[in-house]
């Protein structure tokens, strides 16, 4: 399985809201990554995990957190976004050590 | 800090075409890659080229890389339709502070139009 995933494809959500977005690899990768990409721009770092411990934190907003609850998934909750963090955010996964990453199809944020 | 710039922004040809990508990069530099994007979907891996190699080819894409002048060339040779997306250059001249994991930076991306 050479695979990332990612749910929900789109998401809707206020300003007031809760949610969170998932990411599930079956690769074996112990190294995985958030990622944010706005329209016609190209993809940003947000967060790093390396065997389930974050390793990178990129400043970003405590609205978002992320969590590692196993070798295979990752989580990134949402809590009280703004209308500019609206975007397409893509979940990676690599070995440990390894140059190349595999990227799930993203999921597709929009804040009203 | 964006490390890797595409030239052109934009590229549109015809099938059976060769395209050609240009990535500038500003700091020194373990590995570039390529990665290619489909319309508002997730990157895929296409090539690596390493600091201490000046050019590799896979099927129908060949990478140069000139170290000297900080950057690299992405050549697809003839062109089809579903060629068409966005390809961007990561360099990865950074690693985590456990030294594990690379950071990987893109550059802006060319947005490449293969018309039937």
């Known amino acids: 399985d050479t695979e990332v995933t990612q749910t929900p494809k789109h998401l809707v959500m206020g300003m007031t809201n809760k949610k969170s977005l998932k990411c599930e690899q079956h690769m074996g990768h112990r190294a995985m990554y958030w990622y944010k990409q706005k329209a016609k721009k190209p993809p940003e770092l947000m967060f790093v995990y390396s065997y389930e411990k974050l390793s990178i934190n990129e400043s970003v907003p405590s609205r978002f957190s992320p969590e590692c609850p196993n070798s295979s998934l990752l989580n990134l909750h949402l809590h009280a976004l703004q209308p500019e963090d609206s975007a397409l955010y893509l979940c990676?996964?690599?070995?440990?050590?390894?140059?190349?990453?595999?990227f799930g199809p993203g999921t597709r944020l929009l804040v009203l | 800090s964006q490390q890797g710039e595409e030239d052109p922004q934009a590229l549109s040809i015809q099938e059976g075409e060769n395209a050609t990508m240009n990535c500038s990069y500003k700091?020194?530099?373990?590995?570039l890659q390529w990665y290619r994007q489909n319309s508002g979907r997730g990157l895929v891996h296409l090539i690596l080229?390493?600091?201490?190699?000046r050019e590799k080819h896979s099927g129908r894409l060949r990478v140069t890389l000139d170290t000297s002048k900080k950057s690299s060339s992405l050549l697809i040779t003839a062109s089809r339709a579903a060629d068409t997306a966005s390809y961007f250059c990561?360099?990865?001249?950074?690693?985590?502070?456990?030294?594990?994991?690379?950071?990987?930076?893109f550059g802006k991306g060319t947005l490449l139009t293969v018309n039937p």
């Open positions: 990676a996964s690599s070995q440990v050590g390894l140059e190349t990453q595999y």
């Open positions: 080229i390493r600091s201490n190699e």
């Open positions: 990561a360099t990865d001249a950074y690693k985590d502070s456990g030294g594990s994991n690379y950071k990987l930076t």
């Open positions: 700091t020194s530099i373990n590995n």
